[in-house]
């Protein structure tokens, strides 16, 4: 009996006292990053000394360059500039539009727009047509017959009966993605669409669109809300002609690098762990919430485990992902490495949500893997992220769990504010929150304490 | 057996059913929101068109005409005012503050403050004194015999390792409430104190300081967080003396309204349900956060359960409380009519901090309750309010929980912005992000939903 008590007390012990130095040590990092962060004056420095950073442009080497000192700044054992191609796409000049109908005397009203990532400009002649509105791709089925020759108009509404944002996004982004070429296919010689967003303001949204090689490429753009419900409102009375005009091109591939930085296992150096973001960014905005928040809170972690002194049993990976928005090529590039090196990735973990205060992470795990997850669930409650769901990893390191079956993982914050600002001209550091986006950071580093500690 | 199955099927129908009864009716309610929420603009007009309205200025006379309008609008069965005695303070005119120090030359520098409310005022020549900081309570003690014909600075810091920033009010306002009694306790002539915010920019922050009868009565006035740690950096190595103007003062105590909107109960209209926020600010914002939001918030549940055609069981009471920012006189009123007409209340609900995500509720409430409340998560979790903990109520409802023992409730929104703005010049209409203060209406509405169907 008293051996059995002996061995119930030390199983007891055995359970009770890691997870006591999982929450001290947790306290610690949270302390120390809630105290002594670099995340805000980092993002500060990267959105208003650097800005906009897509692909290829200026912004992007400064970037690059920026990323490579803060991650050496932050304590990283080994930092590296990882190259790779990327596509080279470019705005051309400033994009314009106007609406024009006849209302007794002629109207002629400036729309407030940006062309979508990709897409073709109109050339230096514009483009004028009359404007025939769907509101979903069953409408552009009905109405095939009357969109030869116009503008077809995507007025599909963000809708607000998602609780979660990203959720209403997955359900209007087609129209973003697929809209141009779905239009081109019965003859229309243009596309507007409606922006992804609640927001309460005129901004329009850019972001990717992807067209099919089938049918002819058309120039593209999004309007802000206000302009597209105005639109509407007048297409239900009158013929409305839009003229537009834009320049989007692409230029040859270029040069462009991952910007990795490394803190090495003591105990099982092969294993690697990665966090990241991504560090381009449209360039009609700052990026700050996409992903200039995922980039600095990246860089935070490795500091504040540095900075208390944090031996990984693990290799840690800190990763700002180049070419997110409009290929992904640093992505691919930097599990293509991992094959051809033979690498062991055994998690990853991004943030490309926005800074936002942190509700959860979702996991693409297995079962055993996701039932270890939630055992440490009552370890992160109380920085917030207790929300652990079974979806999501990230764009950047898709092709680290198509590759390996890495398991990967996202954080999930707090969606109400992004798609307000998602890929818009208010995409501004100002519209960041100091300790929302620490406390992203404090979460991530939680769980990748844990994982580095317990394996998956 | 079979009677066994029979039954037992019975017996999980009766739990299943109503559970997707209660699922069907809380979506509706969120879609109705979600969709055609009157809250947003109701808040533009709020803070727009009448803005402060601390308790005796023409803003509380404003705002209330306002509510009864917006209240029978939204679709009171029964709209009135009641009365109550209100205290009435005003600023009296500008807060000036200036500090002077020697650097060779002699430096003037404008400080930020607001005097604190209810504080006095310095008289029109104003008060100038050199400057003593403590950093604590039990630092003044150790400084008490250096006060005397000085100004206590107290530089407090808002404690950023609290992750609910309530937690870190809790902590400091003490700084505020009882930091001038303590300073003329030791012959100090005024006070300065650190504003309670974890904010990145300058705007000092007021709110009620509390004098105690047996010192003198000080000048006392807030600082920003800019300007509390130069004068903080200066005070290391050089004397600083500190002007202070301010004209604070009480006017006769004046009447004042709560503004009560009601839907009958159809099968216990004796039991009352109260949800409320309140309907004065103070002057140096428009009030938005606190407590526009917790007013709109009110009416929104009201509208939308009118829309819905939802007849409830018991009394709703929608209530935009007078005073709290200052004197509670409007929860103190409300109680003390319900005692003396022997009303039965038997819940109540408030939203007092601020119009963001909701995250959960804290109740008090008995442990049966509790448990009963805690069954109902499944059905708040979709709308982000969880997080259902045992703590809190909201003032202009404490003093119901206190006369009859009814069980109180506040909305407990994520916490990271609003000290931010709290009680500064950035609490306005711009800080508030129309999905979250619909969010909150939703689970809001949610639970009084639930607590009319099945009593607590």
């Known amino acids: 009996m008293r051996a059995f008590l002996f061995l119930l007390s030390f199983?007891?012990?055995?359970?009770?006292?890691?997870?006591?130095?999982?929450?001290?040590?947790?306290r610690k990092i949270a302390d120390e990053i809630l105290q002594n962060s670099k995340a805000y004056e980092n993002l500060r420095v990267l959105t208003k000394q650097i800005g906009g950073r897509l692909a290829g442009s200026p912004g992007m080497v400064k970037a690059e360059?920026?990323?490579?000192?803060?991650?050496?700044?932050?304590?990283?054992?080994?930092?590296?500039?990882?190259?790779?191609?990327?596509?080279?796409?470019?705005?051309?000049?400033?994009?314009e539009a106007s609406a024009e109908y006849d209302n007794g005397k002629k109207i002629k009203k400036t729309l407030d727009i940006v062309a979508l990532g990709n897409s073709i400009g109109t050339g230096p002649k514009g483009l004028k047509a009359q404007v025939v509105e769907v509101k979903?791709?069953?409408?552009?089925?009905?109405?095939?017959?009357?969109?030869?020759?116009?503008?077809?108009?995507?007025?599909?509404?963000?809708?607000?009966?998602?609780?979660?944002?990203?959720?209403?996004?997955?359900?209007?982004?087609k129209y973003r993605g697929q809209g141009p070429s779905q239009a081109a296919r019965y003859g229309a010689v243009g596309v507007i669409v409606r922006s992804m967003s609640h927001?309460?303001?005129?901004?329009?949204?850019?972001?990717?669109?992807?067209?099919?090689s089938a049918y002819p490429k058309l120039p593209a753009v999004a309007i802000g809300?206000?302009?597209?419900?105005?639109?509407?409102?007048?297409?239900?009375?009158?013929?409305?002609?839009?003229?537009?005009?834009t320049n989007g091109h692409f230029l040859p591939d270029t040069i462009g690098h991952n910007v990795i930085g490394e803190l090495k296992g003591s105990t099982?150096?092969?294993?690697?762990?990665?966090?990241?973001?991504?560090?381009d960014s449209w360039d009609n905005c700052e990026g700050a919430h996409d992903d200039g928040t995922g980039c600095v809170q990246t860089m935070e972690i490795l500091r504040s485990l540095v900075a208390l002194g944090y031996q990984p049993k693990r290799t840690i990976r800190f990763v700002l992902f180049a070419n997110e928005e409009n290929?992904?090529?640093g992505g691919t590039k930097y599990a293509a490495e991992a094959k051809a090196k033979n690498?062991?990735?055994?998690?990853?973990?991004?943030?490309?949500?926005?800074?936002?205060?942190?509700?959860?992470?979702?996991?693409?795990?297995?079962?055993?893997?996701?039932?270890?997850?939630?055992?440490?669930k009552p370890l992160l409650e109380p920085y917030g992220a207790s929300d652990l769901t079974r979806d999501g990893g990230g764009a950047d390191i898709g092709p680290l769990n198509r590759t390996f079956g890495t398991p990967v993982a996202e954080l999930n914050p707090d969606s109400q504010r992004y798609f307000d600002i998602h890929h818009s001209r208010n995409d501004v550091f100002e519209n960041v929150n100091k300790r929302e986006l620490e406390l992203g950071a404090v979460n991530m580093a939680a769980l990748i304490y844990l994982v580095d500690k317990y394996g998956l």
């Open 225 to 245: 809300l206000k302009d597209a419900d105005e639109l509407s409102t007048l297409l239900k009375t009158k013929p409305v002609s839009v003229s537009l005009k």
């Open 11 to 26: 199983l007891l012990v055995a359970q009770i006292l890691p997870a006591q130095d999982d929450s001290l040590m947790i």
């Open 268 to 279: 099982y150096p092969d294993e690697i762990i990665t966090i990241g973001g991504h560090l």
């Open 136 to 173: 979903s791709f069953a409408d552009l089925e009905e109405k095939k017959d009357q969109v030869k020759g116009k503008i077809v108009f995507y007025n599909y509404k963000f809708n607000p009966n998602f609780v979660k944002t990203f959720n209403a996004y997955s359900d209007a982004v």
């Open 65 to 95: 360059a920026w990323g490579a000192k803060t991650m050496k700044e932050s304590g990283a054992a080994n930092t590296w500039l990882q190259e790779c191609m990327v596509p080279h796409w470019v705005r051309g000049g400033k994009d």
């Open 343 to 376: 690498e062991k990735h055994v998690f990853a973990l991004e943030s490309d949500a926005g800074g936002f205060t942190p509700r959860g992470f979702g996991f693409t795990v297995s079962d055993a893997q996701f039932q270890k997850i939630l055992s440490w």
């Open 327 to 329: 290929g992904l090529r």
């Open 199 to 212: 927001s309460t303001d005129n901004n329009p949204h850019t972001g990717s669109t992807r067209y099919d």
